[in-house]
T-cell receptor, first 113, second 110 residues
Framework: NAGVMQNPRHLVRRRGQEARLRCSPM?????VYWYRQLPEEGLKFMVY????????ESGMPKERFSAEFPKEGPSILRIQQVVRGDSAAYFC???????????FGQGTRLTVV | QKEVEQDPGPLSVPEGAIVSLNCTYS??????FMWYRQYSRKGPELLMY????GNKEDGRFTAQVDKSSKYISLFIRDSQPSDSATYLC??????????FGTGTRLQVFP
């Protein structure tokens, strides 16, 4: 049973470009979380989704950031017009329905130059 | 006040020592309590989880939850250099976002 798959593992974008981060949950998991981690800091919640529905986006910046989890395919975290402050590790986690456990992927390290 | 408080360390111990890692929290409604281990530049790995209160043991690791004190602990027996990592506590309500502590950096030296 494959774990949570994130790609790409590393992503370099110039300021003003768009970044798309993908996350495929574990088999049988219907819920996905996105977290951001800055160097030497903890994990900050961004958004919690189930298929075709955003459950909680209280941690998402109001502008430039969006997330989706379509009926088919991976969850996507999209950052438009990236700035240097967006440079961070972005982690996705998935959980089975009705449970509080979450299993993480290896993350996407975004560098904005 | 943060919802989850965790001492960032670093904590440095000799090989073979018993390690105690702790977190306190403020929301009495939390139901799931988890410990993750994160190696440098890797994703968090779920080590232990407890639903509601009590103890749970898995090999060299023991997780304890004291809901009356809003305090959780992770004990590592016979610590090894390979245990050197950052340990994050996390907790949530059922089917809700996880709230993380800031993580404690542990160094086990030979």
């Amino acid at each position: 049973n494959a774990g949570v798959m994130q790609n790409p593992r590393h992503l370099v974008r110039r300021r003003g470009q768009e970044a798309r981060l993908r996350c495929s949950p574990m088999k049988g998991h219907s819920h996905v979380y996105w977290y951001r981690q800055l160097p030497e800091e903890g994990l900050k919640f961004m958004v919690y989704l189930q298929k075709e529905n955003i459950i909680d986006e209280s941690g998402m910046p109001k502008e430039r950031f969006s997330a989706e989890f379509p009926k088919e395919g991976p969850s996507i975290l999209r950052i438009q017009q990236v700035v240097r402050g967006d440079s961070a590790a972005y982690f996705c986690a998935s959980s089975p329905p009705g449970q509080g456990l979450a299993f993480f992927g290896q993350g996407t390290r975004l560098t904005v130059v | 006040q943060k919802e989850v408080e965790q001492d960032p360390g670093p904590l440095s111990v000799p090989e073979g020592a018993i390690v105690s890692l702790n977190c306190t929290y403020s929301n009495s409604a939390f139901q799931y309590f988890m410990w993750y281990r994160q190696y440098s530049r890797k994703g968090p790995e779920l080590l232990m989880y407890t639903y509601s209160s009590g103890n749970k043991e898995d090999g060299r690791f023991t997780a304890q939850v004291d809901k009356s004190s809003k305090y959780i602990s992770l004990f590592i027996r016979d610590s090894q250099p390979s245990d050197s990592a950052t340990y994050l506590c996390a907790m949530n309500l059922q089917a809700d976002k996880l709230i993380f502590g800031t993580g404690t950096r542990l160094q086990v030296f030979p």
